[in-house]
């Protein structure tokens, strides 16, 4: 028997069949990795360095969108939110975790949430002590990062302010009460001040229109100078606590550069946007079939001290010689 098929017929037929060639091509096409980003603070302060990652991931041949999708968990400055962020993206399978905020409190929880997925990691902590990693090269486990050792620059942030203020008899520090390194981080400052010869102003701020009242205590309590502890809720209103420091005009000490960059007296730390950097660049490695237990933790080789001179200016300071010539960086 003869089936007889027209022009018409032949072509739709024809048309469907290639309409059905570029599906069965995508279906066969492996899954996008997902890197879960989990951060203790919003959306708004990460940009920045969310470009620093996407940059760090390119270098290693991952384009968001492209070839590698990112799922955000912002925990936006409330650290009890955190555990249930983590639990979600173990939920949701993501390939990678890469666990910022806090001063290592986020590393922590998404350490406790899965032992299995790998996690690339920020931190203030000390990584071996706080139970991240085995050892700073051998981390073995799921996890390895980055480590600031900010809280452990406090001390140092004090002794500068010393030498900024030295008549001054009390030093001020700024904390975030919710932040779980607050307690460690006042201790190891106060104790540098008792070293020094200085007592310790301690004021709190974990919200906004806190802050006012806390720079008002600093004033009362005479303080020749403040501290602004290391803290992503702090790091994210840069602006706010430059300006308030100028109204009140109390000398400040910060962690990051950008802070002196818009104004701010001083800064001394490490170059935040490299370190995020790496954090896209063993986020890639990772994904490409490195374990985390073979990449060693990395540290920062260089910590910046950046005076603004205009600032000092404005406050009527002569920053000592001795200061300047240890600058990284002097901005006039």
Do not use: C
């Not at 929880?109 to 050892?135: C, M, Q, R, W, Y």
């Not at 030498?163 to 904390?175: R, S």
């Amino acid at each position: 028997m003869t089936v007889t098929i027209g022009r018409r017929e032949l072509l739709v037929a024809l048309g469907g069949a290639a309409a059905a060639w570029p599906l069965a091509a995508r279906a066969q096409q492996p899954a996008m990795p997902v890197i879960g980003l989990l951060y203790g603070g919003s959306s708004d302060a990460f940009g920045y360095l969310l470009t620093a990652i996407r940059r760090g991931l390119r270098e290693s041949g991952y384009i968001e969108g492209r070839n590698v999708a990112i799922e955000f968990r912002w925990a936006e400055d409330r650290y009890d939110r955190v555990p249930a962020l983590a639990e979600d993206l173990v939920r949701r399978r993501v390939d990678v975790i890469i666990a910022n905020g806090g001063g290592g409190y986020v590393a922590k929880v998404a350490k406790a949430a899965t032992e299995t997925i790998p996690i690339v990691f920020t931190t203030n902590l000390d990584p071996v002590k706080s139970g991240l990693v085995a050892s700073l090269n051998h981390p073995g486990g799921n996890a390895t990062g980055m480590s600031f050792f900010s809280s452990l620059l406090e001390p140092k942030k004090l002794e500068l302010m010393h030498e900024l203020a030295p008549k001054a008899a009390a030093i001020a520090i700024l904390v975030n009460p919710d932040n779980p390194n607050t307690e460690s981080i006042a201790k190891i400052v106060k104790e540098a001040g008792d070293a020094l010869g200085r007592s310790l102003v301690i004021a709190t701020a974990n919200t906004d229109h806190e802050f006012e009242s806390a720079y008002a205590t600093v004033v009362e309590r005479r303080a020749g100078g403040i501290i602004i502890a290391a803290d992503p809720f702090f790091n994210a209103r840069r602006e706010e606590l430059v300006a308030l420091s100028a109204r009140y005009a109390i000398p400040a000490i910060y962690e990051w550069r950008e802070f002196a960059e818009i104004g701010g007296l001083m800064s001394y730390g490490s170059r935040v946007t490299d370190t995020f950097r790496q954090v896209g660049i063993y986020a890639g490695r990772i994904l490409k079939g490195e374990k985390p237990a073979d990449l060693p933790v990395e540290q920062p080789t260089k910590f910046e001290l950046v005076v603004n001179l205009k600032t000092a200016k404005m406050l009527g300071l002569d920053v000592p010689t001795a200061i300047l010539l240890r600058a990284d960086e002097v901005i006039e």
